[in-house]
């Protein structure tokens, strides 16, 4: 079965960091666009940040630009997603997607369970 597991959420102050990272059994992440997405209690998903599979990225939440980056590790099958100077207001749960594009609004074919970050002081 194909599925889709977020790693590396938990705590943090504002001004930390964490990293999150996105695997997958079944599926070669590096074949598929992977989105990372957020959920806010009682909202839908909000795309964060998009690589493609020409590792070309797409910044879809302007809250983040200067503080999270994604990255491939083809190696380990693994999509990162590096959060660094969070703020109060990224505590979430992050969700990575595998689609064929970047599909931030529209359905992606893969989704994981998701993993809590909270930022607090």
């Known amino acids: 079965q194909t599925r889709l597991v977020e790693s590396g959420g938990g705590s943090a102050q504002p001004g930390g960091s964490l990293r999150l990272s996105c695997t997958s059994s079944?599926?070669?992440?590096?074949?598929?666009?992977i989105g990372w997405f957020r959920q806010y209690p009682g909202q839908r998903h909000e795309g964060v940040l998009c690589i493609n599979m020409f590792n070309g990225t797409t910044i879809w939440s302007d809250s983040v630009v200067g503080r999270f980056t994604i990255s491939r590790n083809n190696a380990k099958n693994t999509v990162d997603l590096r959060m660094n100077n969070l703020r109060l207001e990224d505590t979430a749960v992050y969700f990575c997607a595998a689609s064929s594009i970047c599909t931030q609004w529209g359905q992606n074919d893969y989704w994981g369970q998701g993993t809590q970050v909270t930022v607090s002081s």
């Open positions: 079944g599926l070669t992440l590096e074949d598929h666009a």
